[in-house]
């Protein structure tokens, strides 16, 4: 049987941080405050110049280095991101020309926080139809581009990073099992940036307003992300007609502890199964997910034949999970 299974991961994150106590000096806020409804201790942004392509190159490097192929070798590139150096080019363009990577196509995925699921199950249908053998999908992100730090609701939450995967074709029972992708566009007010698209174009007013900074609805967000996480997660354990118990090792969307511990509870899973980062990087939306999961596969907790459980939330709304077999 066919599968697209992973052969390398990679990531990287800025080398600045901003602690809590670094907040408490720009917003009303404390670092107790921030930890006990986040979980996070602090984020990673990037210096000045420094862009969300410059991430996404070193997180990609890293996962080629780790799966043993050259960029010639590549024939597909997937960036999923909601924060793109530049509306055109695509960032997947930019990228395979960093890289050198001449044969890929390319092209950007836009699924917010859900964006790394969405390219994985992407990437795992061009793999299983035949059309490209070789594929490198990335989740990278520059929120602290589009954070508004005078907004103590959202500037205690995100962070930059980029995470990045090869996916290869492979003939046996080892790869993806199965990924499922889900939308509510009616939510999309919950959690979104209403300027700088073509229905509100970047003006004075736009800008004065802090329109083009992410907003979010917290605590509405927060019920619809852990109903719906719960739903996707057993639609992956149903499926594949596997146990919770049976899941070696969970990788969730880095958003928030409080939801992380909620679905693990549900899931009667102990946390020490689920991989944790948001402590250190915030939410670093498509990129949490691939960080998180190169971050398990290099420090040993990962190992072969172990059945991996991605899921993730994010704005538009989407939702999303996967299932691998190491």
Same mark, same amino acid.
């Given at each position: 049987?066919?599968?697209?299974?992973?052969?390398?991961?990679?990531?990287?994150?800025?080398?600045?941080?901003?602690? =809590?106590?670094?907040?408490?000096?720009?917003?009303?806020?404390?670092?107790?405050?921030?930890? !006990?409804?986040?979980?996070?201790?602090?984020?990673?942004? +990037?210096?000045?110049?420094?862009?969300?392509?410059?991430?996404?190159?070193?997180?990609?490097?890293?996962? @080629?280095?780790?799966?043993?192929?050259?960029?010639?070798?590549?024939?597909?590139?997937?960036?999923?991101? @909601?924060?793109?150096?530049?509306?055109?080019?695509? #960032?997947? +363009?930019?990228?395979?020309?960093?890289?050198? /990577?001449?044969?890929?196509?390319?092209?950007?995925?836009?699924?917010? +926080?859900?964006?790394?699921?969405?390219?994985?199950?992407?990437?795992?249908?061009?793999?299983?139809?035949?059309?490209?053998?070789?594929?490198? %999908?990335?989740?990278?992100?520059?929120?602290? *581009?589009?954070?508004?730090?005078?907004?103590?609701?959202? +500037?205690?939450?995100?962070?930059?990073?980029?995470?990045?995967?090869?996916?290869?074709?492979?003939?046996?029972?080892?790869?993806?099992?199965?990924?499922?992708?889900?939308?509510?566009?009616?939510?999309?007010?919950?959690?979104?940036?209403?300027?700088?698209?073509? /229905?509100?174009?970047?003006?004075?007013?736009?800008?004065?307003?802090?329109?083009?900074?992410?907003?979010?609805?917290?605590?509405?967000?927060?019920?619809? /992300?852990? *109903?719906?996480?719960?739903?996707?997660?057993?639609?992956?354990?149903?499926?594949?007609? %596997?146990?919770?118990?049976?899941?070696?090792?969970?990788?969730?969307?880095?958003? =928030?502890?409080?939801?992380?511990?909620? #679905?693990?509870?549900?899931?009667?899973?102990? #946390? !020490?199964?689920?991989?944790?980062? $948001?402590?250190?990087?915030?939410?670093?939306?498509?990129?949490?997910?691939?960080?998180?999961?190169? !971050?398990?596969? *290099?420090?040993?907790?990962?190992? !072969?034949?172990?059945?991996?459980?991605?899921?993730?939330?994010?704005?538009?709304?989407?939702?999303?999970?996967?299932? $691998? *077999?190491?």
């Amino acid at each position: 049987m066919i599968h697209a299974r992973i052969i390398g991961t990679g990531s990287y994150a800025p080398k600045k941080v901003i602690t =809590n106590h670094d907040l408490e000096k720009m917003v009303e806020t404390s670092d107790q405050w921030i930890i !006990e409804r986040t979980g996070i201790k602090e984020r990673r942004v +990037c210096e000045k110049g420094e862009t969300t392509s410059d991430l996404a190159h070193e997180a990609a490097k890293h996962a @080629l280095h780790a799966a043993g192929i050259a960029p010639a070798d590549i024939d597909l590139i997937i960036v999923a991101t @909601l924060s793109p150096d530049t509306h055109m080019p695509s #960032m997947a +363009c930019k990228l395979q020309a960093r890289l050198g /990577a001449k044969r890929a196509a390319a092209f950007d995925l836009y699924a917010a +926080c859900s964006g790394f699921l969405y390219g994985l199950s992407t990437a795992d249908a061009f793999i299983r139809s035949g059309m490209h053998q070789t594929i490198l %999908v990335i989740g990278a992100e520059a929120l602290s *581009r589009y954070t508004d730090w005078e907004d103590r609701t959202t +500037c205690v939450l995100f962070g930059d990073g980029a995470g990045a995967a090869v996916l290869q074709r492979h003939a046996g029972k080892r790869g993806i099992l199965s990924t499922h992708l889900h939308s509510d566009g009616s939510f999309g007010d919950l959690l979104h940036i209403p300027a700088g698209g073509a /229905a509100h174009p970047a003006t004075h007013d736009t800008v004065e307003r802090r329109q083009h900074y992410i907003k979010m609805k917290g605590n509405e967000t927060f019920k619809v /992300a852990v *109903r719906a996480l719960e739903d996707v997660v057993q639609e992956a354990l149903d499926h594949n007609k %596997v146990k919770p118990e049976d899941i070696d090792l969970l990788v969730p969307h880095q958003a =928030n502890l409080r939801i992380i511990q909620a #679905m693990a509870k549900r899931l009667n899973m102990p #946390m !020490e199964k689920v991989a944790l980062t $948001i402590h250190k990087y915030g939410n670093t939306s498509a990129a949490s997910i691939p960080m998180a999961l190169d !971050e398990a596969v *290099r420090n040993g907790r990962v190992k !072969e034949n172990d059945l991996i459980l991605l899921e993730a939330f994010g704005g538009g709304l989407t939702w999303a999970s996967a299932l $691998i *077999r190491w």
